[in-house]
Structures are given as structure tokens and as C-alpha cells.
């Protein structure tokens, strides 16, 4: 099952420096709050090890490592290739992939302009996302055709529309009845280390009106009064949500 529309409903920024166990507890704290939902890693890089203490803390988390390939693979599938078919893989290997850039950017972009994915109106951060995707550039290797995608000036952030495009290729591809899909995209050195929070909406809104300013179209929803994730941010700037989560209540 997939929904018919998904909502980007939360956009934080963990301040920088703060360490990836004190990321980890509060990440938790969030998915408990919320009652559960799917969590969606970049294990890229520095992100195995971190993938590493979710398990140990009792999620199951998707691991998802972003290449620069052409096609996804799933770690099951490639395990069945190499042992045979009476081999049984473990959740784990089956919520580990590798998946090209392309993908995640494409299911990101399309969703926007095919009008399945919508920003909550409320986010501080919703203008900055939309920012972070016209920021991308697709540069074209003459000799192997290959594309790699990266942000147009040095300096430039994509951590906000990789934490959201994680969770979508998740949610689009892979789609299950979880209410919502939490996106972590781990930042190393001076890059900021994002989540997202993405709720599943099993039936369309009916569209609003909207001005095309730029080739990706700024769709925003408003939110209901009584939705959790409003509740958790309203009074709390974006910058202070990390460090004052604890003290929440939804």
C-alpha cells in the first residue's frame, strides 16, 4: 500500500557539534511521542555505525547508502546472488540499500510537481527546502554520460531535501500503512545533520491555487489544529527544537 499524498509535516537542523548519541535519543523521543513510524537512514559514510546503535536501541531502521550508480539494490538480494536461494536473509540485509541520487532526487521532484508530496505551511524551514531543490544542478560526464548531482555554489546545503527524499523513496517505493516516515540524513564536519517528519494522507486534498515562480512548484497545505508535530514545534524556534524536545509534551 501507498498513500495517495504525503505531508512534510517537521524540518530540523540539529545544531552543529551536537554529538550523534544525543541525534539518536531525541530522534527516539520523537518516534515515540508519535507513536512509531518508519525510520529511514543515510548510511553513507559515518552513517553504518550510527545505523548500528539504532539497532541496539530496538528500531529497525531502513539504511539506505547513496550512490552514484544506476539502479537500486537491496543487501537481501544481493546476499541471495552470492550464497543461492536457500539462503534466508536477516530484516536487516533487507532494509539495507544501496540507491543512486538520481532516484532520490527524481521521486522527490516528481512528487512535487505531480502534487502527491505537500509542505505544511507552518514550517520555518519549508521556503529553505524548496531552496535546497532549485540549488541542484545535474552535471553530465561527456565521456560516460554518468550524472552526479550536486548543489550549484560551494557552501550550498542539501541535507533538508535529502532528509526528505529519503523517507519518500521509502514511502513511494516500499509504501506501508505507517502513519509517518521519519528522514535522517547525517551530516559530517561543517554540514548540518537534518530530519524530517513525512505523514502519509490516504486521500487527496482538493489543490490550491498556486503561483509557478520557479520550475519546482511550492505546494503548501495548511495543517490541522490538532495535528502532534504542530503541537511539538508551536512556541519553539526551529534552532532551539533539538534542545528543548525533551521537555515537550504532545
Known sequence: MTYEE????????FPLNTTYPAMINRTIEIIQ?????????????VGRPVVDLFWEHGLTPWAITITGGNNAT??????????????TPSVRDQLTWSVPKRDLVGVL??????????????????????????NFKVKINAKTAHDSYEAWREGQHDDLVLSVALAL????????TSPYYFGLDLGQASDFTALSIIEGASARTPMRPYEMTSQVPMIFTDEEPQNPIRAMREGYGNEHIAEDLPRLTL
Not at 82 to 87: A, D, E, L, T
Request: charged share 20%.
Open 6 to 13: 504525503y505531508r512534510v509535516r517537521h524540518l530540523q537542523r
Open 33 to 45: 511521542k508519535l507513536g512509531g513510524g518508519t525510520l529511514v537512514i543515510d548510511a553513507t559514510g
Open 74 to 87: 537491496c543487501a537481501a538480494t544481493e546476499a541471495i546472488k552470492k550464497k543461492g536461494m536457500f539462503v
Open 109 to 134: 521532484s516528481v512528487s512535487f510537481q505531480n502534487h502527491v508530496l505537500k509542505i505544511s505551511s507552518k514550517l520555518p524551514d519549508a521556503k529553505t527546502l524548496t531552496d535546497e531543490l532549485l
Open 169 to 176: 523513496w521509502v514511502a513511494v517505493h516500499h509504501g506501508s
